[in-house]
């Protein structure tokens, strides 16, 4: 008698099937650090600070808060999606590329708090 194998789901994905985030920790510091960046620029330019990328100033000149946002979230997602598929084929390049956006991002945020730290302590 014919021995028939019966398939598992994994043998054929649905379209919706999405494999796990691989980075998901990092992911998380990612997208912190760069929220934080976006509330304390915005922080700084209510205190009359200015912005001083030049395509962020030209993104809150033209969408104001919502478009920052907007485009904040989109770089992340752009690094995000990135590291997923880089991962796929090259992890310690991924992993790479996930920790150096961590780190930038995190530049404006020191700056931005020693900024307002600074002008706090001002008499």
């Not at 485009?71 to 690094?79: G, H, I, S, T, W």
Request: contains cysteine.
């Amino acid at each position: 008698m014919p021995q028939t194998t019966r398939e598992s789901p994994d043998d054929h994905p649905e379209l919706t099937d999405v494999p796990e985030m691989r980075y998901q920790n990092a992911y998380l510091w990612f997208i912190f650090v760069s929220s934080l960046d976006i509330i304390l620029t915005w922080v700084i330019l209510r205190k009359g600070g200015v912005e001083v990328n030049p395509i962020a100033e030209l993104v809150i000149d033209s969408w104001g808060l919502p478009g920052a946002i907007g485009f904040k979230f989109a770089l992340m997602l752009f690094v995000i999606i990135s590291c997923e598929i880089v991962g796929r084929t090259r992890d310690a390049l991924a992993r790479k590329l996930i920790l150096v956006g961590i780190l930038i991002s995190s530049f404006p945020v020191v700056w931005s708090v020693t900024l307002l730290l600074v002008n706090l302590l001002r008499p």
